[in-house]
């Protein structure tokens, strides 16, 4: 049974950063990508970051670019999230996610966490 559990989520205020994390189990990760998507109130869910073991290659969104960073631990089957200068806007429940392929198609990710949420004061 594949089982995708994040952490890290909490209130910070903008500027500040938080990591989050997402550990994974009851799936060979190495041959999936992952991803963080998130939503916020009101608002649809939208792709964030994108990473794949092989090779270690990722995508973001040009809303997080240059702020997050996607990164993983083979060994421990964990996949993080750094974000650094958070934004009010970037308030939302976090999800990651594992895909068959690299790709920040959401209907393309088979499993789903739980979701974090993550508050940005101003």
């Known amino acids: 049974q594949v089982q995708l559990v994040e952490s890290g989520g909490g209130l910070v205020q903008a500027g500040g950063s938080l990591r989050l994390s997402c550990a994974a189990s009851g799936r060979t990760f190495s041959r999936y990508a992952m991803g963080w998507f998130r939503q916020a109130p009101g608002k649809e869910r939208e792709f964030v970051a994108a990473f794949i073991w092989a090779g270690s290659s990722t995508y973001y969104s040009d809303s997080v670019k240059g702020r997050f960073t996607i990164s993983g631990d083979n060994a421990k089957n964990t996949v993080y999230l750094q974000m650094n200068s958070l934004k009010p806007e970037d308030t939302a429940v976090y999800y990651c996610?594992?895909?068959?392929?690299?790709?920040?198609?959401?209907?393309?990710?088979?499993?789903w966490g739980q979701g974090t949420q993550v508050t940005v004061s101003s």
């Open positions: 996610a594992s895909a068959g392929r690299f790709t920040s198609a959401e209907r393309e990710y088979d499993y």
